[in-house]
């Protein structure tokens, strides 16, 4: 049997971004504490057949192929930096291919990065709303980092590593149960 595979999955599409280093930060904690095969993408990644795709047939190759890394992975990191209060348009678009059943009972942790502390509840009001729709398992610790937590890029606060941390057990109670989740983080 292959080891279960994390996915994460950025909505930024201009680079150096805080918001894929968050993302990737996570799934490297999950991927390091579980032992699990582990990428992370981001809209840049996919790019230009997004931007004009109808439908997921109309993605390129190499994106299509991140849509189905995505769509097969047992947990997924999702997250966007704040752009008007909400996640960024292309994330959006992304999920908008995504067939509606395709992401039932999916753990997913769901993540966000803002300029400040002021809309750090877009995790709750729009991130988990849209994850609601697919009848994903939206995980129930949320992470949202700003501008401050940062350091030429790289998550430096103590204080969200920690909440990171908690969001990492969540995806052991989901993948393994809470006994086993208990141990591996022993
Ligand atoms: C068009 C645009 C809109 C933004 N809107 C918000 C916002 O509503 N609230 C907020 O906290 N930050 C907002 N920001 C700041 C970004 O969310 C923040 O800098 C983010 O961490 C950038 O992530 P990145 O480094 O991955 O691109 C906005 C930035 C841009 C470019």
């Known amino acids: 049997m292959t080891n279960p595979a ?3 999955f950025s ?14 930060h996570i799934v490297t904690e999950i991927a390091g504490r579980y ?3 582990a990428s992370t993408h981001d809209i840049v990644d996919l790019g230009p057949s997004l931007g004009t795709a109808k ?12 849509l189905e890394r995505i769509l097969a992975a047992d947990v997924l990191v999702v997250g966007s930096p704040t752009y ?3 996640y960024t348009g292309l994330f959006k678009h992304f999920f908008d291919l995504v067939d509606p059943a395709a992401l039932r009972g999916k753990p997913v942790l769901l993540a966000a990065t803002g300029g400040g ?14 994850f ?18 940062f350091v030429d890029g790289v998550l430096a606060s103590e204080v969200i590593r920690a909440r990171v941390g908690l969001a990492v057990d969540d995806v052991g109670v989901a993948l393994f149960g809470r006994q086993r989740a208990r141990i591996a983080a022993e």
């Open 6 to 8: 994390i996915v994460g």
């Open 11 to 24: 909505g930024n599409f201009t680079r150096p971004s805080k918001t894929r280093g968050f993302v990737d």
């Open 55 to 66: 439908g997921a047939r109309d993605l390129d190759e190499p994106a299509r192929a991140i």
């Open 84 to 86: 008007k209060g909400s």
């Open 117 to 130: 502390d002021r809309h750090a509840l877009i995790v709750e009001h729009q991130l988990r709303p849209l």
């Open 132 to 149: 609601g729709f697919f009848e994903a398992f939206a995980l129930p610790t949320a992470v949202y980092a700003s501008e401050k937590d």
């Open 35 to 37: 032992g699990l095969a």
